[in-house]
């Protein structure tokens, strides 16, 4: 789980040991269920991908809870919702599968877990079909799954849910900015 750059830094300030336990004990490969219903549960994760030069991205992915699902013990999936059309993450999984994902919850007990893998980005899933807005499916198999401390994580409220998160039998809400002329006549339709 460590390189040499984090050897280094574990080393400079004589937390190696302490790093080798915290893989020892809270480091697994495989979801557990408290790890599913965690996940089940929030309504958004950030996503670090990186393209074939190493160069990275990190993109805010939401929905309603639920929308990222542990489906068996090696495979997590989430939909791709329609966005800028940049396709930024979903891009860089095309020419680098490795994804680091981290899951926050915020509240009066404040929780992380962080999701590193591969992920596979398809297309043609019947699952896809149960997932009101989905364009796309992605799945990750999951390498490291490990908590993080969440004492720097704030208590916060969630006032409202975004407006745009898709519902099934409802046309979807399109952001302002897709009818501004700049980009309207570059908009595409969408797929589903």
């Not at 390189?3 to 790093?19: I, K, P, V, Y």
């Not at 877990?113 to 699952?127: E, I």
């Not at 099934?168 to 570059?186: G, H, L, Q, R, Y």
Request: charged share 25%.
């Amino acid at each position: 789980m460590y390189h040499e750059g984090n050897r280094a830094l574990q080393d400079a300030f004589d937390s190696r040991a302490l790093a080798d336990r915290l893989e020892e004990k809270l480091r697994r490969d495989q979801f557990t269920q408290d790890d599913a219903a965690f996940i089940a549960s929030v309504g958004f994760f950030f996503l670090a991908t990186a393209d074939a030069e190493g160069r990275p991205d990190c993109s805010f992915k939401g929905g309603p809870p639920g929308f990222v699902r542990v489906l068996a013990p090696d495979l997590l999936v989430f939909p791709d919702y329609d966005g800028n059309g940049m396709f930024k993450s979903l891009g860089n999984l095309g020419v680098n599968s490795y994804v680091g994902i981290l899951f926050l919850s915020f509240g009066e007990t404040p929780k992380r877990l962080r999701v590193n893998g591969t992920a596979q980005v398809v297309s043609d899933d019947p699952k896809m079909a149960a997932v009101p807005g989905a364009q796309l499916l992605i799945k990750v198999t999951p390498t490291d799954i490990f908590p993080n401390c969440p004492r720097y994580v704030p208590n916060l409220e969630l006032l409202q849910s975004s407006i745009y998160l898709p519902e099934a039998e409802t046309p979807p809400i399109e952001p302002a900015w897709k009818s501004f002329e700049v980009f309207n006549d570059v908009i595409p339709p969408r797929r589903r």
